[in-house]
């Protein structure tokens, strides 16, 4: 697969990486471009302040995970949520209560693990879980009976925390929470989950000694990796056109963040999304959809105005478009696309543009001269600068030597032999050696020597002797030195 560009999406499949992602070329019309203005639920979410309800949660965790009519499985979290506060065993301590949580989630609704299964939807008609999905459950559950949660992000995880100690979010008394294992709480201190969760998940605990290895995230962060796996599955399948509106969706949610993890595990979604939507502006441009490929550039640049990398697209789209056409030899239908897309590059690559297109032009005529005018005009485009440019001084040359020479030829057969003469001398002159036209010379030298010998022959034997003798001085004037020219002035002369 070619690789266009390197993403970090999200846990995918419970692990971060960088992913190389490749914007197929998408074979349908314009209409099937990617949506990239974001749901608006998206912006309601980004919006919300926390400390957020369990209810602000699941309302949220539901529509990342695609669920739009949300009332059934509102019910069912609801119905999980007072089962847990209304528990008679359900402990009075934090710490005591968020393990009573972790328990309570896998022992009603957590059933299978399996990689790639990020949605909290599914996990409740199904009991299939990953580390996202089941971090997410436990956060809204434990937010349900008065827990400060939080989470954590790590080169290949997530996992939720709890705050056991006194103020909100201290660190005092940070508990991590494993919630793909129902030993996970606090699993620093348990054998069983070191066990466990290696056969279960594939993946190593972080401790929490190992600050570079993992880094805390919000409870809107957390959530926002459940799109994050979605936008990543999508592409793995190679829908892109699916992915794009998801990851707006996720620029959108993340916007207007009061505090911003940074983490090298927690890319600026936003610019991952500018990525994705230029990327997939080139490869319609690498599939020869070049009209197409404009127009969805005009779209994102009402997104992204004055881009630089948009305006460069543009013209490459441009001139690869013009360029096809001229491989194709359709030199008049690039001149027009050209001129009809004249105000979408710059008046450099316009003059290149156009550069080649007369160069193209030029090949063509080159290979075709029928007269003096064709060969004229020729010359005219070959005189060019940005055209001599493109072709390159050997090349110009070369190609200026051979109109030079077929117009000598022309001028011979449409204004005489003399006219001939005079042109290639003229030439010469100019240019210095030619070798074809200096043979070309020659042989007009001696056509028209034998022309003018035929004239004069003409003449002697009508018996116009002194006008003949006047006739061949004059030519001796035009080829001095001719010996044909020269044979005839001794018989004329008598010498």
């Not at 499949?13 to 639920?41: H, I, K, T, W």
């Not at 299939?128 to 949660?149: E, G, K, P, Q, R």
């Not at 605990?205 to 880094?215: C, E, G, K, V, W």
């Not at 193209?360 to 055209?387: I, M, P, R």
Request: charged share 20%; with cysteine; hydrophobic share 40%.
């Amino acid at each position: 697969m070619r690789k266009i560009a390197l993403f970090i999406f999200g846990v995918l499949l419970c692990v971060f990486q960088r992913e190389a992602v490749q914007l197929a070329a998408q074979s349908a019309p314009a209409a099937a471009f990617p949506d990239f203005e974001p749901d608006p639920m998206s912006l309601y979410y980004a919006r919300m302040r926390p400390p957020y309800s369990w209810r602000d949660l699941s309302g949220m965790a539901l529509w990342a995970s695609g669920v739009r009519n949300q009332d059934a499985y509102m019910s069912r979290i609801a119905d999980a949520a007072r089962t847990l506060q209304n528990a008679p065993d359900l402990p009075a301590g934090a710490r005591q209560r968020g393990e009573y949580a972790l328990g309570f989630m896998h022992g009603n609704y957590l059933t299978r693990y399996e990689e790639n299964q990020t949605a909290v939807s599914v996990l409740l008609d199904t009991g299939a879980f990953n580390c996202v999905s089941s971090a997410v459950f436990y956060t809204i559950l434990a937010v349900a009976v008065d827990l400060d949660v939080g989470a954590v992000i790590t080169r290949d995880h997530a996992f939720a925390t709890v705050n056991a100690g006194g103020g909100a979010h201290s660190g005092a008394a940070l508990i991590d929470v494993e919630t793909t294992n129902r030993y996970g709480f606090d699993p620093g201190t348990k054998t069983e989950f070191r066990d466990e969760f290696g056969r279960l998940t594939g993946y190593a605990y972080t401790d929490q000694q190992n600050y570079r290895d993992r880094a805390p995230i919000s409870q809107l962060e957390l959530v926002s990796l459940i799109l994050a796996n979605r936008i990543s599955r999508l592409e793995k399948q190679g829908r892109y056109t699916a992915a794009i509106p998801l990851m707006a969706d996720s620029a959108a949610l993340l916007s207007m963040r009061a505090e911003k993890t940074s983490s090298p595990f927690f890319t600026d979604h936003e610019e991952n999304l500018k990525i994705s939507l230029v990327n997939f502006g080139k490869d319609l441009e690498r599939a020869g959809k070049y009209d197409d490929a404009l127009l969805y550039i005009a779209t994102l640049q009402s997104r992204y105005p004055g881009d630089p990398e948009l305006d460069e697209l543009t013209g490459i789209t441009v001139h690869n478009a013009v360029a096809t056409r001229l491989r194709q030899n359709r030199t008049a239908e690039a001149r027009d696309y050209l001129v009809a897309h004249k105000q979408l590059v710059s008046q450099k690559q316009f003059a290149a543009l156009n550069a080649q297109i007369r160069a193209n032009e030029l090949a063509a005529l080159v290979n075709s001269l029928k007269t003096q005018a064709d060969a004229e005009y020729a010359l005219s485009l070959l005189n060019d600068q940005d055209v001599a440019s493109f072709i390159g001084e050997k090349k110009s040359v070369e190609i200026r030597n051979a109109i030079l020479n077929q117009e000598a030829i022309f001028i011979s057969r449409e204004r005489g032999l003399a006219a001939a003469i005079q042109f290639t001398e003229t030439v010469l002159a100019t240019y210095g050696r030619i070798p074809t036209l200096e043979r070309n010379l020659d042989v007009f030298r001696g056509n028209y020597a034998s022309e003018l010998h035929n004239n004069f022959v003409s003449l002697w034997n009508s018996g116009r002797t002194n006008e003949a003798r006047a006739f061949l001085r004059d030519a001796l004037k035009r080829l001095p030195n001719n010996r044909l020219l020269l044979n005839d002035l001794r018989i004329a002369e008598g010498w």
